[in-house]
């Protein structure tokens, strides 16, 4: 191995004695090393040493012009630090004074002359046996450093994903959690909806004919925030569903929708920031632009949710611009404020759930549902935003027009009058159902639970049994397998507070012809009571 060391080695000789660079010229040559160069002027050893490269320097101390302490000191400049190179010193002079400057000039061992035979092999040979040792060690070194780098930048990946899996493990089960809350608050949520909305739908009729403009304006607003308010809970479980093929998409006038948000948030950007001494400006930029399909009360919650935001980003007051304009074959509406403006990650990031720069004060909800509202409206988001220079969010949605969106159903009437059993544990709900069906002509017996509903069914006569799902004693599911099994012709409506989760399941429950969930309007109603009724008949007809 030793021999095959001094087979691969570069030798460099440097000595002024042409005699002894010929004597070890041959030592070398004897022993199998070939590859050697050499000077007799200490002036070339620099220039020929960068040149050559050499793996050992046998080097004379005493020469003419330049002596071997210089010379070391220029070989020592420009050896890296992190090499080994051995550099043998020649010479006859062996005091210690000698031995000691040579070596802390960079020498690493000594021959003396006049040379020895066995001993200039013995040095050579040990120092070159160094040099390539050192020089596998480096490069096994640095083999396991690249592999130690890529191994740690594995593991860093490793760790990205890790924590990237776990952020969304986290997400879904906020997510998961937020759908069971939304879910356990839904059936008192929509509860207390059906009221607003029945009543201010009952109102409406009495308004137009003895109140105010003003009056009938505020009453409008009610009824529609009641309906836009009924979204909201189903919709916080389901922020990126897709939109389903059954969802109505009317043609909607987005100029409308703008007018109907600006009139609906006025309380905070108007009354409530101005009792805090903040003054915002709402204004507004309309052009002529094509109805789009959509759902109404979704897209009022869209602007609604960014006029909210664009206020809550201007805490010592600014101007909102709510502008629509025609593009090709769509519509455009953005909202622009001189608020706080956002980071380029801040904006990357807005639409994720659950991220907010409100702190405690935000949920980071609201974009992400409005995100969710836009995609299922096939519609797209830009953001546009400069930290102290406010932001615009532009939405696009496709263009519509009566013949492309889908037709709403034509709310039709039933040829005949039925007697109906509602039964529902809030008496002021049934008493709304009751009025509802009265306005159409129909008559009802109400009852308060389940129970005491079928103790009515079996002492009357009914065309349908309309009832709600939680109530104490027998529920609804349990209430139309009953019916059921005393009149099966007789067609069972479940009309509840968890009508969507239900829905959502998928199918009936056993003994119930239609689920409908609340909040219901009476023109929903009365599509309802028609659809189950005719539904119910043609299929004792083919009986």
């Not at 005091?95 to 003396?112: C, H, I, P, W």
């Not at 909806?193 to 201010?200: D, R, V």
């Not at 632009?289 to 805490?315: C, K, Q, S, W, Y």
């Not at 059921?484 to 429950?509: N, Q, R, W, Y």
Request: a negative charge.
């Amino acid at each position: 191995m030793t021999n095959d060391y001094l087979s691969k080695a570069k030798v460099l000789i440097v000595d002024d004695e042409p005699a002894n660079v010929r004597l070890l010229e041959r030592i070398l040559a004897l022993a199998g090393c070939h590859h050697v160069r050499c000077t007799t002027d200490p002036r070339q050893a620099l220039a020929l040493f960068l040149e050559v490269e050499p793996d050992i320097v046998l080097l004379d101390l005493n020469m003419p012009h330049m002596n071997g302490f210089s010379v070391l000191e220029q070989l020592k400049a420009a050896i890296p630090l992190e090499d080994y190179l051995p550099i043998l010193i020649l010479t006859a002079d062996i005091t210690v004074e000698t031995k000691r400057k040579a070596l802390t000039s960079g020498a690493k061992d000594f021959l003396t002359k006049p040379l020895d035979h066995a001993e200039v092999i013995l040095r050579i040979q040990n120092l070159i046996e160094n040099r390539f040792l050192r020089l596998s060690m480096q490069r096994h070194n640095l083999d396991l450093e690249r592999q130690v780098q890529e191994r740690t930048a594995q593991l860093e990946d490793t760790l990205h994903e890790l924590q990237n899996t776990q952020e969304q493990i986290v997400k879904q089960e906020r997510l998961r959690a937020l759908g069971m809350m939304a879910g356990g608050i839904a059936h008192d949520f929509n509860n207390a909806l059906t009221m607003m909305l029945g009543y201010g739908e009952l109102l409406h009729p009495w308004l137009e004919e003895h109140g105010s403009k003003r009056e009938i304006t505020y009453l409008d607003h009610i009824v529609s925030a009641a309906q836009d308010a009924s979204h909201v809970v189903s919709r916080l479980r389901e922020f990126y569903r897709p939109a389903e093929d059954n969802e109505i998409r009317l043609p909607v006038d987005l100029n409308d929708v703008v007018e109907r948000v600006i009139s609906l948030t006025s309380p905070k950007w108007k009354g409530k920031s101005r009792a805090a001494g903040v003054q915002i400006e709402v204004i507004s930029h309309l052009a002529k632009i094509p109805p789009v399909a959509g759902n109404a009360a979704e897209l009022r919650e869209v602007l609604t949710n960014l006029v909210f935001n664009a206020v809550d980003a201007m805490p010592k007051g600014g101007t909102i611009t709510l502008a629509t304009h025609e593009e090709i074959d769509g519509a455009t509406v953005s909202i622009t404020d001189t608020g706080m403006g956002m980071t380029p990650e801040e904006r990357e990031r807005c639409l994720e759930p659950f991220f907010t720069t409100k702190g405690e004060h935000g949920t980071g909800l609201g974009l992400a549902v409005v995100y969710g509202i836009v995609q299922r409206h096939k519609g797209t988001i830009e953001i546009t935003s400069e930290k102290n220079f406010g932001t615009t969010f532009s939405i696009r949605f496709p263009a519509t027009d009566e013949a492309e969106a889908a037709a709403k159903p034509e709310i039709a009437r039933l040829d005949r009058t039925l007697r109906v059993l509602v039964v529902d544990d809030q008496e002021i709900i049934c008493e709304l159902i009751a009025e509802y069906l009265h306005s159409d002509g129909h008559s009802t017996a109400c009852a308060f639970r389940g129970d005491e509903a079928l103790e009515t069914f079996r002492k009357g006569s009914f065309d349908l049994v309309l009832t709600d799902q939680a109530m104490p004693a027998m529920n609804g599911s349990q209430l139309a397998i009953a019916v059921k099994e005393l009149s099966p012709e007789t067609p069972v409506i479940l009309l509840t507070g968890f009508g969507d989760e239900m829905m959502a399941v998928g199918g009936h429950p056993p003994g119930v012809d239609m689920v409908v969930g609340k909040p219901i309007s009476h023109a929903d109603l009365r599509q309802a009571v028609f659809q189950a009724f005719t539904a119910h008949k043609k299929l004792a007809s083919v009986a």
